[in-house]
């Protein structure tokens, strides 16, 4: 009865994480952000983005709030008396908080949209995450996410490079889709063997 | 290397029973001298799985205060009476566990911890069973589907705005494209979309109602709603026609699912695994008169496997009975009535 002891882990890796769990074991594939810069980190749904801003908001020591659940429509966070912020979701901002955010110092924000437009005037770094990963950077994703649900030591799942390589021809920048196909796998998995492009190709990608 | 070890034993291997009281102790190797605040025992249940991970049941023992330790072992007896749910799960979408904690609280340094499942079945009060923080609320008032007003007044006012937001843009992109204007399709397109959509909310609102001026209001009768595994349900639709009624047919369905939502706001997503599916075609092509009073029974078997029902914030394990009556020529009839399986 004690879960996914036979594959010598405490969950299946890839399952949904707490903000602090994807915080911790978060890849980046940017550079956190200078003090005093503005970064826009654009990127459509899935791609990791919401993951980078976590980990850049524990870097700086930033409040994190997201535009689309901010009750009446208006961010919360106290603007005017922060040094740095991260903002998710700031395509759905209220204009006047773009605009106040755009004054704090350090300033990350997340987008499906290029918003450099309207941060008035101010300089902005962009960031993309909507290419896909190269098949080193999955692979560290994957192993990190094995590595966080390990249950004890000794041989754990993983994935073959044919593996690694079919689930970036098939799903490209998209990262929740891999997640959600990683999990049927390791749903299915009997024991701590590597997962290959047949275990994948099982009706699942 | 960390100064101290922590393990957690038990005094007899589980799996535990509700009302059970479980003995163990918490052992610290100890390899340099450390100072602590505190040795504290977390319990709490946790799900995992595809759904955003939620907790409760939370309680906390301090098992020795402020102290220190010189290098050795020492040994912290406890025992606690195992909690009557939320049950240990383990299926595919969603998983219930039950978590033991041990957490050394050193000042200005890493804490060491250690923790273990706590495998918990039910025990001899299983209708008492915990089955989910959100188990009550929900399950004392929710409304069938269709049911009251209240739902059909929501849909018409969602199809009403969707159709009049898609007039207003398909007549701009049908104006657009009449002087020539190509850039007039998309919102002309999309403009039908939404009347479509609209359209479409609004029938699936008031389609009961339209049925109910054919074959009156159908009452479903099901028992019993809280039932367990092995066991089974009888469901009977009684009908009383204000017009003759040509029936295709009367289908009930037994439908049992994990549903779960990962995410939030614009992310949010509902992931669905079916659990247990039966459908039973309980008549079909039966012209119905104004003057009868007819009904139709059927009953479930409810698998010996069935998983029990639990409400969490974000995951469910849930049940229900749907009723479909296929009307020729006219709107169609449906409703759900959710039912809960308990532990036997």
Known sequence: MIPFAHLNLRFNPFGELTESERTRIAVLRAAPPAVGSCVQVIAGC????????????????????????????????????????????????????????????TLVLGTHDDLSGRLGGREVRTV???????????????????????????????????ALALLLSKHGSDLRAVEGTLYGAFQRLAGPVAVTEKDLSNGEV | MAKCDLRIVFA????????????????ADVYE???????????????????????????????????????????????????????????????????????????????????????????PSPELADRGPEFAAHYATVRRKGGGSGGMIAGLAVGTIFAGVGSVMAIIGVTSLAVGKFDGFCPGSMGL??????????????????????????????????????GAIDVRIQLQPAAVVELASVKVTLLGE????????????????????TALVLASDRTLSPHELPHFDGR??????????????SNEVKWRVTVHLDIRGWPDWSDEHPIVVRPA
């Open chain 2, 193 to 230: 979309i939404f009347v479509v959509t609209g359209a479409g909310a609004g029938y699936m609102a008031i389609r009961n109602r339209l049925a109910q001026r054919r074959i009156g209001r159908p009452e479903v009768s099901i028992g019993p709603r809280d039932v367990a595994p092995g």
């Open chain 2, 258 to 277: 994990e549903v779960v939502v990962s995410g939030s706001g614009t992310n949010k997503t509902t992931h669905r695994h079916t659990l247990h599916e």
């Open chain 2, 12 to 27: 007899t291997p589980g799996p535990f029973h509700a009302g059970e009281i479980v003995r163990g102790e918490v052992t």
């Open chain 2, 300 to 313: 479930f078997d409810i698998p010996a496997s069935a998983p029990w029902t639990f409400k969490a914030s």
């Open chain 1, 46 to 105: 899935g791609r990791g983005k919401t993951a980078h801003l976590f980990a850049f908001a524990e870097l700086l020591g930033a409040p994190y709030e997201r535009a689309d659940v901010t009750p009446g429509g208006r961010l919360i966070s106290p603007l005017a008396s922060l040094a740095a912020f991260v903002l998710d979701e700031a395509q759905l901002a209220d204009r006047r908080d773009l605009v106040a955010a755009a004054r704090v110092e």
């Open chain 2, 33 to 123: 001298s450390v100072s602590f605040n505190k040795l504290t025992l977390h319990r709490e249940w946790r799900t995992h799985g595809r759904g955003n991970k939620t907790t409760g049941g939370a309680t906390s023992t301090v098992l020795a205060p402020a102290g220190e330790w010189s290098p050795g072992a020492y040994r912290f007896p406890f025992e606690f009476q195992v909690p009557n749910g939320p049950f240990t799960y383990r299926g595919n979408l969603l998983n219930v566990d039950w978590y033991l904690r041990a957490e050394l609280d050193v000042p200005w340094a890493f804490d060491p911890k250690n923790e273990i499942e706590i495998p918990v079945l039910p025990g």
């Open chain 1, 128 to 162: 993309r995450l909507d290419e896909p990963p190269s098949i080193d950077v999955l692979a560290e994703i994957v192993r990190r996410r094995i590595e966080h649900a390990r249950r004890a030591e000794g041989p754990v799942p993983s994935l073959s490079a044919g």
